[in-house]
């Protein structure tokens, strides 16, 4: 598997508007650089670009959603560390027979769309506890920086 490098770290949060409060004179920024609403994963996110690397607050759009449930159990904090790979599928191909489970969509599909690429999450219960996303995206808007 390939993995190209830390895509992007995300923070549960309660109160999106509230935690922008708190985090962006420390990323020192006035607004996120890519805001966006992700409804199948029921997720409101401020994303920051910080040398070449993503910083994202997410909150629930839900309150069944995953990030409550995530929050309901462990608090607010890192949620996910997420690692950009050359390839989605061919990383899931390879990691499953090493073990490593990987949690499905309620349509059963590993492999999740977002944007031009895809995501997937490697269980907790594997990683120490960490929720890992592994991501092919290609992170074009960084090109011309």
């Given at each position: 598997?390939?993995?190209?490098?830390?895509?992007?770290?995300?923070?549960?949060?309660?109160?999106?508007?509230?935690?922008?409060?708190?985090?962006?004179p420390v990323l020192?920024?006035?607004?996120?650089?890519?805001?966006?609403?992700?409804?199948?994963?029921?997720?409101?996110?401020?994303?920051?670009?910080?040398?070449?690397?993503?910083?994202?607050?997410?909150?629930?759009?839900?309150?069944?959603?995953?990030?409550?449930?995530?929050?309901?159990?462990?608090?607010?904090?890192?949620?996910?560390?997420?690692?950009?790979?050359?390839?989605?599928?061919?990383?899931?191909?390879?990691?499953?027979?090493?073990?490593?489970?990987?949690?499905?969509?309620?349509?059963?599909?590993?492999?999740?769309?977002?944007?031009?690429?895809?995501?997937?999450?490697?269980?907790?219960?594997?990683?120490?506890?960490?929720?890992?996303?592994?991501?092919?995206?290609?992170?074009?808007?960084?090109?011309?920086?």
């Amino acid at each position: 598997m390939e993995t190209k490098k830390i895509d992007h770290l995300c923070i549960a949060v309660k109160d999106l508007d509230a935690a922008r409060k708190v985090w962006e004179p420390v990323l020192g920024k006035s607004q996120p650089d890519d805001p966006y609403v992700d409804e199948p994963e029921q997720i409101r996110v401020a994303r920051y670009w910080l040398g070449g690397v993503g910083f994202e607050l997410m909150e629930s759009t839900s309150p069944d959603g995953p990030v409550a449930k995530w929050i309901e159990k462990h608090g607010e904090g890192v949620m996910i560390v997420s690692l950009n790979v050359a390839d989605t599928r061919e990383s899931i191909t390879e990691l499953e027979p090493k073990g490593y489970p990987f949690i499905p969509t309620r349509k059963g599909e590993k492999a999740r769309p977002f944007r031009d690429c895809e995501f997937a999450f490697i269980h907790p219960e594997k990683m120490n506890n960490v929720l890992v996303e592994l991501i092919d995206y290609r992170w074009s808007e960084l090109e011309n920086q």
